[in-house]
Every structure is written in structure tokens, then in C-alpha cells.
């Protein structure tokens, strides 16, 4: 069984920077490609950042330059660094790990406004 617990969401004004991260039970995930998905109100999810097992990333566009996903095996933890944020971004940002099928955490919410 895996469980995953996000941390580090917040009010941020644009333009500020937040670090989110999700710490993953069990033993699958130094194995596992995690990854950050957000929704936003009204919007379905979509993917932010993943990065595999080996460690290669990939970004969704409009993120590319600003923010950054990174784990630490050691940890069982995924970080997202978010930098330059818009309020475009403000969503609940949820953790995902895949290794045959999803789990998901529970979300933390980002809210980026004046």
C-alpha cells in the first residue's frame, strides 16, 4: 500500500516562490515515476511535472523555466519548486506515484494572489 502526503501549499503573491513536497510510504518509490498533477476550479486536471525513476523530468509548457520537480530517494520524497508564480497558477497540486497503476495523495492548496 502506498500513501502520499503533500506539504507546502499556500497564499503567495504573483511573483513569489513556494516549495511543495510529498513524502511516499512503502517501497515503491525510488522505483516509481512520481509526478505533480494540479486542478484548478472549474478545470480538469492536468499534469505539472514528472520525473522518472532514472530522473528524467518533463514539464508541462506552462511551467517550463519556472518550475522545477526534484525527489530524494533517501527521503521517499518529491519536491516541486515553483518560482515566478502566476495566478494562473493557483490550483490544489496533488502528488502521483506510478508503478502499474496511480495513487494519488490528497492535494495541498496553492493560492497565488495581491
Known amino acids: 500500500q502506498v500513501h502520499l502526503v503533500e506539504s507546502g501549499g499556500g497564499l503567495v503573491q504573483p511573483g513569489g516562490s513556494l516549495r511543495l513536497s510529498c513524502v511516499a510510504s512503502?517501497?515503491?518509490?525510488?522505483?516509481?515515476?512520481m509526478a505533480w498533477y494540479r486542478q484548478a476550479p472549474g478545470k480538469e486536471r492536468e499534469l505539472v511535472a514528472r520525473?522518472?525513476?532514472?530522473?528524467?523530468?518533463r514539464y508541462a509548457d506552462s511551467v517550463k523555466g519556472r518550475f522545477t520537480i526534484s525527489r530524494d530517494n533517501a527521503k521517499n520524497t518529491v519536491y516541486l519548486q515553483m518560482s515566478s508564480l502566476k495566478p494562473e497558477d493557483t490550483a490544489v497540486y496533488y502528488c502521483?506515484?506510478?508503478?502499474?497503476?496511480?495513487?494519488w495523495g490528497k492535494g495541498t492548496l496553492v493560492t497565488v494572489s495581491p
Open positions: 502521483n506515484l506510478f508503478y502499474g497503476v496511480d495513487y
Open positions: 512503502g517501497r515503491l518509490f525510488s522505483v516509481s515515476t
Open positions: 520525473i522518472s525513476a532514472g530522473g528524467s523530468t
